[in-house]
């Protein structure tokens, strides 16, 4: 069984992908009364309607995860227009660590993947208090900061965006690095295929999509984060070991420790099986320094019982 806890909008869309793959069984999870039954009936009925073999459930009782070998954690207050992901800081820190106490006592032996904002800050929250090893606790946001290049670099080119491959490195915010140099199509750089206008200009795209979608629809994005969630969690149920931009805490990779950060990661039924390290000119370098920096700056504004 795969749980979703959280049945807004990033839930409920993760729920619905999930379900078009098939994958396990969906529970919902959410502390309004109705939300998650609703939604579930809902999405119960379209699988119905689209021959789909799923079950699922919804429930205020967090003791229904019990079996559950992957958590997606979607829960937490939602950006507003013009709010940042750092103002959410303190607010979601309690959430998540409410919500690994349920993991912790219900669901032990599983997979955690979060999209709480601000992601980097929430995942480092989320692996101190479950206490578990650090391959188990994905911060999902890297696959959508990484689509997102894919799909404005597409654009300039005329490609689809299933021919490149994206790389984001850092932070999810606004202090996040895109890499054009490594970013490829058919092995060829971004950078060598683009002008450096349009380089600037896929880079402050992707940097800028997040809040663009919030300025436009009067709410964060979530069939971007469902769909990313729902890709990430058939690597996990199926092994079959993708490489996805994953938020993850370092021990030493890129010569980082105790931080969370965006890397590419192998994902299987184990979690982050393996941290890929890419090689860096000085230049970028320079610039993930200070992009992790900003996520150590979030760590140390955390109340202190979630940083120990």
Known sequence: MITIVGAGRVGTSAALFLMLKELDDILLIDIIKGRPQGEALDLAHAASILGLSVDIRGSNNFEDMKGSQLVLVTAGFPRKPGMTREELLEKNAGIVADVADKIKKYAPDSIVILTTNPLDAMTYVMYKELGWDRSRVIGFSGVLDAGRLAYYASKKLGVSPASIVPIVLGMHGQAMLPVPRLSTVSGAPLDTLLSQEDIEEI??????????????????????????????????????????????????????????????????????????????????????????????????????????
């Open 203 to 308: 880079v402050e795209e992707t940097v800028q999509a997040g809040a663009k979608i919030t300025e436009l629809r009067g709410y964060s994005s979530s069939y971007g984060p469902g769909a990313g969630l729902a890709v990430m969690a058939e690597s996990v149920i199926k092994d079959q070991n993708k490489v996805f931009i994953s938020s993850v805490v370092l021990d030493g990779e890129y010569g980082y420790k105790n931080v969370v950060a965006e890397v590419p990661v192998i994902v299987g039924k184990e979690g982050a099986k393996k941290i890929i390290e890419l090689p860096l000119t000085e230049d970028e370098k320079k610039k993930l320094d200070e992009s992790v920096n900003a996520v150590k700056e979030l760590i140390n504004r955390l109340p202190e019982k979630y940083r120990s």
